[in-house]
Structures are given as C-alpha cells and as structure tokens.
C-alpha cells in the first residue's frame, strides 16, 4: 500500500525558515518523480516544486523560487521542502504528491497534508 | 488568480449530469494533457482522471473527461452524494514551466 506522510509543518513568524519531511512506502522510491502542492485557505490547488527520481531536476513555481529548496533522500525514502524567507501569503497546508508518470501534472498519489501557517 | 479557470460552483440533483469546464491557453492545455482531481476537505486530493480522458482503477466509469483545443471538461453522470467535493484540473504549462491548477469547483449535490 502507498503511503505518504507529511510533516514539520508549524506556527512560523514571517522571514522565518521551516523543513517539512514526507515519509514514504510502498513503492520504489527512488524511481518516482516527487512534488510538493500547496492549498491556501479559501483557495485552490497550487503546485510549489518538483524533483525528479534521482534528484538531478529540480523545478519550482515562480511564487516560491530563491526561497524555497526540495530535496530528497533516496536512502531513507524521505522527500524534503526547506522554505525560507517566509511570507503571510505561503500559508497553506502542504501536500507531497508522487508523480505517476514522465508527466509532471500527474499525482498518482497524495499525502494527507501538513498546514503551515506564517504569522506574527 | 488560477492559470486555469472554472467555475467556482456547480449543483446538481441525484441522478443528474453535471460538467464542470477548465480553460487554458496554448501554453497549458492546448499543448498538455490534463488530469482531474476531487478534493474532500480535510482529506488528500484523489487523482480522478488522467490524460484528458483515463480513469484510473477503483474510479466509477460515471466520471469522464474530454478535451479540445485549449479547453477541458469534467463530467458526471449518475450524480451521486458521496460526489460532493472540490473538482480541481492541471496541466503542464511551457511558459512557465511548471504545473498549473485551476482553481476549483465545488460541487454541491442537491
């Protein structure tokens, strides 16, 4: 059975730094493109980073490049997101999603999700 | 504001068909296939459809989906009150180079 479970999320005051973790079984890690998608309150999906099986290729929205880092760790089965620099705005819960195929739109499987929240 | 666009809110009855439309542009859905999700609050998204028109494996054959040209839709058949929930679409953007969701439709069952 695929699992994914999120966490490291938290209360964060703005310009602050926080690493959320997601755990995995169940399938080959190694060989599974990984995403991190976010859910703002009230709003709707939005996909934040992207990282490749061997964590060669990396990709990230527009909202979140030079501030946020995904990473992985084949070894121990563990997909990362290092965020810094904080804002109000990436309050959210986080989602990790595996991608299911060479596309990256496509999320075969999700996480519960980790809410983070940045406020003084 | 969603690169994709759909309606915020759609209703149906039991029994009824209902659509749900995303929008896109040459650079997303025109050149991208585009993938389904449902969304429970509370709970993690489910991959609904793939491809534009794929249902993975447990997905009851009421839910389809189609696309044309930079447009693609969502539809229900058979409405059912279990379907009450957030329906959200993706897809590649190469303008962007990253993906792009749309930003939700609720869907309330009558």
């Known amino acids: 059975e695929v699992q994914l479970l999120e966490s490291g999320g938290g209360l964060i005051q703005p310009g602050g730094s926080l690493r959320l973790s997601c755990a995995v079984s169940?399938?080959?890690?190694?060989?599974?493109?990984m995403s991190w998608v976010r859910q703002a309150p009230g709003k709707g999906l939005e996909w934040v980073s992207g990282?490749?099986?061997?964590?060669?290729?990396?990709y990230y929205a527009d909202s979140v490049k030079g501030r946020f880092t995904i990473s992985r760790d084949n070894s121990k089965n563990t997909l990362y997101l290092q965020m810094n620099s904080l804002r109000a705005e990436d309050t959210a819960v986080y989602y990790c999603?595996?991608?299911?195929?060479?596309?990256?739109?496509?999320?075969?499987?999700w996480g519960q999700g980790t809410l983070v929240t940045v406020s003084s | 504001q969603s690169v994709l666009t759909q309606p915020p809110s759609t209703s149906g009855t039991p029994g009824q068909t209902v659509t749900i439309s995303c929008s896109g542009s040459?650079?997303?859905?025109?050149?991208?296939?585009v993938n389904w999700y449902q969304h429970l609050p509370g709970t993690a998204p489910k991959l609904l459809i793939y491809?534009?028109?794929h249902r993975p494996s447990g997905v009851p054959d009421r839910f389809s989906g189609s696309k044309s040209g930079t447009s693609a839709s969502l539809a229900i058949s058979g409405l059912q009150s279990e379907d009450e929930a957030d329906y959200s679409c993706?897809?590649?953007?190469?303008?962007?180079?990253?993906?792009?969701f749309g930003g939700g439709t609720r869907l309330t069952v009558l």
């Open positions: 999603a595996k991608v299911g195929s060479s596309d990256w739109y496509n999320f075969d499987y």
């Open positions: 169940g399938f080959t890690f190694s060989n599974s493109a």
């Open positions: 990282i490749s099986g061997s964590g060669a290729y990396t």
């Open positions: 040459s650079s997303n859905i025109g050149s991208s296939a």
């Open positions: 491809f534009n028109n």
């Open positions: 993706a897809a590649w953007d190469d303008s962007l180079n990253g993906v792009v």
